[in-house]
């Protein structure tokens, strides 16, 4: 037991990166990353690297940030925790989010995740969905809950939340095959 406590403590004294972070959770996904607070790891409930202001923007889009979190974390395997260069990231976590869709752009975002299936799944905790349309405010999906996965040729999204005072869910499986949808 003690052997184990220490396995999972010692990533503690690690120095994280942020450009690193930034690097590994962006890198090749045609999004930009940008960690603003501190970066720390924590052991309890498993073994994560902790985030504070995170920010996720795309090309697609020079008005708003496409995804502001004020707590992100980001979920490691049990495997290798004593050498960060093989630190694997099993998800992403995020608390207390905003993400902004600009209608004009949505046949665009799409895009993002056809090119790109390698994400890793993605958790988003009491948040707000924002649709505007140029620089207006179109409707809103709040205390929205989001889980996403994407891996080659599967899309699976589900979201629970409020729309106009009502609840909402939605789930959605994507496969593509042969190009079909």
Same mark, same amino acid.
């Not at 396995?7 to 590994?24: A, G």
């Not at 799409?110 to 620089?135: D, R």
């Not at 205390?143 to 106009?164: D, M, P, Q, T, Y």
């Given at each position: 037991?003690?052997?184990?406590?220490?396995?999972?403590?010692?990533?503690?004294?690690?120095?994280?990166?942020?450009?690193?972070?930034? @690097?590994?959770?962006?890198?090749?996904?045609?999004?930009?990353?940008?960690?603003?607070? #501190?970066?720390?790891?924590?052991?309890?409930? @498993?073994?994560?690297? /902790?985030?504070?202001?995170? !920010?996720?923007?795309?090309?697609?889009?020079?008005? #708003?940030?496409?995804?502001?979190?004020?707590?992100?974390?980001?979920?490691?395997?049990?495997?290798?925790?004593?050498?960060?260069?093989?630190?694997?990231?099993?998800?992403?976590?995020? =608390?207390?989010?905003?993400? +902004?869709?600009?209608?004009?752009?949505?046949?665009?975002?799409?895009?993002?995740?056809?090119?790109?299936? =390698?994400?890793?799944?993605? +958790?988003?905790? !009491?948040?707000?969905?924002?649709?505007? =349309?140029?620089? !207006?405010?179109?409707?809103?999906?709040?205390?929205?809950?989001?889980?996403?996965?994407?891996?080659?040729?599967?899309?699976?999204?589900?979201?629970?939340?409020?729309?106009?005072?009502?609840?909402?869910?939605? +789930?959605? =499986?994507?496969?593509?095959? /042969?190009?079909?949808?």
């Amino acid at each position: 037991v003690f052997f184990m406590f220490l396995y999972i403590f010692i990533p503690t004294f690690f120095t994280y990166d942020k450009s690193d972070i930034q @690097t590994l959770l962006c890198k090749d996904q045609g999004i930009k990353c940008k960690i603003r607070g #501190k970066v720390n790891y924590s052991f309890y409930p @498993t073994p994560r690297i /902790k985030i504070k202001d995170f !920010e996720v923007s795309s090309n697609l889009d020079k008005i #708003k940030k496409l995804v502001v979190a004020e707590n992100a974390a980001i979920k490691i395997s049990f495997k290798n925790l004593l050498a960060k260069e093989k630190h694997k990231f099993e998800s992403l976590n995020l =608390n207390n989010f905003i993400v +902004n869709i600009n209608l004009e752009n949505l046949k665009k975002y799409k895009s993002l995740f056809e090119n790109n299936p =390698n994400f890793i799944p993605v +958790n988003f905790k !009491e948040g707000q969905i924002i649709f505007y =349309n140029k620089k !207006e405010y179109v409707a809103a999906v709040s205390k929205a809950n989001i889980s996403l996965r994407l891996v080659k040729n599967n899309i699976e999204a589900e979201v629970k939340g409020k729309f106009l005072n009502d609840d909402i869910f939605i +789930n959605l =499986n994507n496969d593509i095959l /042969k190009n079909n949808k």
